[in-house]
């Protein structure tokens, strides 16, 4: 009779029984990998294919080494700490210093956590008298703390910026500041209009499914920029042309705008928000932005100084208007 050999059985088990253990830690490996990707985007906001880019050269087709990208969400916020500084009639540094600050604190994210009882975009703590939780969570009432405290150092719009962040945050790191002044200054120029056509975003495919709601776009405008970015009458909601094949009616809205800059300023603001509030095309000053393009950032639009198909009015540098398209959904 061939010999079996009994002892090869339980080394076989073995092997196999090891073959599995090793399956299965893989396997957790890649949950956990899947888990922590997946708690990553849901506490920083962050977006898949969406991105922002700010040009270097002011030209939002561009692409040279000097651009700064972002997410969707960090722009939201990034344009949120603009506008909060234009409703109190800050200059441009003030809007520079409290970008970089919070680049450095959150990443212009409003994270639910941070440094022992720390939250928001600037990391501000209740325990220090910056407001509850739920307020410093609130992108304007934090950027607004911020702009409180900054504007009572004197001279601080021509102290380092180092020196600026720090004396309003009181941060164990005060020279990380330092590193973040290139962006955010770049940054700065586009959100505050000073670099036309300089900010392009590409939004999320299937962004338009939902429809924009012009009710919100308002309400948002007035919250961040304050009353008077609406004159009497203005930003209402008005049939806009259809598209061809279009079976639903498009909807635009016009946000008047003093002057070039500040069509720009708004205008980006606009954009910043596209994915957030279903904007699929904005248009000022001769030039278009459109989701289903967006690849190819701001673009002539060939209407000139008047209003065909809902464009822009005016030249940009006397004023006119912004129009903004919504999304109708699908």
């Known amino acids: 009779m061939p010999y079996s050999g009994p002892a090869r059985t339980p080394r076989t088990s073995r092997a196999k029984g090891r073959g599995k253990l090793l399956r299965i830690a893989v396997a957790c490996v890649v949950l956990l990998a899947i888990t922590a990707y997946v708690a990553v985007r849901l506490v920083t906001g962050e977006e898949g294919v969406a991105s922002c880019v700010v040009h270097a050269d002011g030209a939002s087709a561009g692409g040279g080494g000097g ?32 970008l970089a600050t919070a680049m450095q604190e959150s990443t212009l994210h409003n994270i639910r956590h941070g440094d022992r009882d720390s939250v928001g975009l600037f990391q ?41 962040a720090q004396r309003v945050q009181r941060s164990g790191f005060p020279q990380a500041y330092a590193k973040h002044e290139a962006n955010a200054t770049l940054l700065t120029a586009a959100l505050t209009g000073r670099k036309a056509a300089a900010l392009n975003c590409t939004p999320e495919p299937g962004n338009d499914r939902e429809p924009g709601d012009a009710e919100r776009v308002r309400a948002q405008l007035v919250r961040e920029f304050g009353k008077g970015v609406l004159a009497e009458g ?35 603001w606009a954009l910043a928000n596209a994915s957030a509030l279903h904007i699929e095309r904005i248009s000022f000053a001769g030039r278009v932005w459109s989701a ?32 903004l398209r919504l999304a109708t959904g699908r």
């Open 292 to 323: 289903e393009q967006a690849g190819d950032g701001w673009r002539e639009s060939g209407s000139g100084s008047g209003a065909k198909g809902g464009e822009g009015t005016g030249d940009g540098r006397s004023g006119g208007s912004v129009v």
């Open 67 to 98: 651009d700064y990208e972002l997410k969707p969400g960090q722009a939201v916020n990034a344009a949120t700490i603009a506008a909060v500084a234009s409703q109190r009639g800050l200059p441009e540094r003030a809007v520079t210093i409290a």
């Open 124 to 164: 501000q703590r209740p325990s220090q008298g910056w407001g509850t939780e739920e307020q410093i969570q609130d992108a304007v009432y934090s950027a607004g703390k911020f702009y409180d405290h900054l504007v009572k150092i004197p001279g601080y719009s021509r102290l380092p910026l180092t020196v600026a």
């Open 234 to 268: 203005a930003g209402t909601v008005t049939p806009a042309a259809a598209r061809a094949g279009g079976s639903k009616p498009e909807t635009a809205m016009t946000v008047p705008a003093r002057g070039e800059r500040r069509g720009w300023e708004l205008a980006h």
